[in-house]
């Protein structure tokens, strides 16, 4: 069946840092694929989406391109900020009639002043 | 301001008592879905529904029971069976089901049972 597979945490890293969060996934057809964001103690957010191979989803200096050949949608950020810290979770849709968004466990992220 | 309610935040209960938590939903939303989250682990689904007056099994739905008698509401019992219902509860919507539809999540209850 469908999965996604993120790297585990914590990742630690300093202000200004470089975020890489390694995303990748395997599905039988074309899914699109998502970032979500749980700041704690509060639901989930979403932050980016890619619909299609080679879309780039941005938002809030976070970018993740949908790498078919790779079956991967990693996270990155060039310049990370302490309100950067939370929990983030790879998804992935196959959009039939019957199937619902499969989310990764989650990898946290601790960001030091 | 269309969103997702949940309440209450913090829930206490005893065991052996039945408790529901409430979802509520002002987005026209026609899928919701309820999710498990325990400490350092990952969202497991419990139930969703698709349309009114239907729901089926996520991969945990023992122990729990829901309903969606209106489109706005998609409320969760917890019964006394589930084994260890200590976590945290969050509800989401999405417009369908599938597809590339984003879901919006609830702040979430985290329910103690002592």
Redesign the interface.
Known sequence: GDSVTQMEGPVTLSEEAFLTINCTYTATGYPSLFWYVQYPGEGLQLLLKATKADDKGSNKGFEATYRKETTSFHLEKGSVQVSDSAVYFCALSEGSRDDKIIFGKGTRLHILP | DGG?T?SPKYLFRKEGQNVTLSCEQNLNHDAM?WYRQDP????R?IY?SQIVNDFQK?DIAEGYSVSREKKESFPLTVTSAQKNPTAFY?C?S?LR????????????TRLTVT
């Open positions: 997702i949940q879905y350092g682990q990952g969202l689904l969703y996520g969050l989401a999405s089901l599938a597809g590339a539809y984003e879901q919006y999540f609830g702040p979430g």
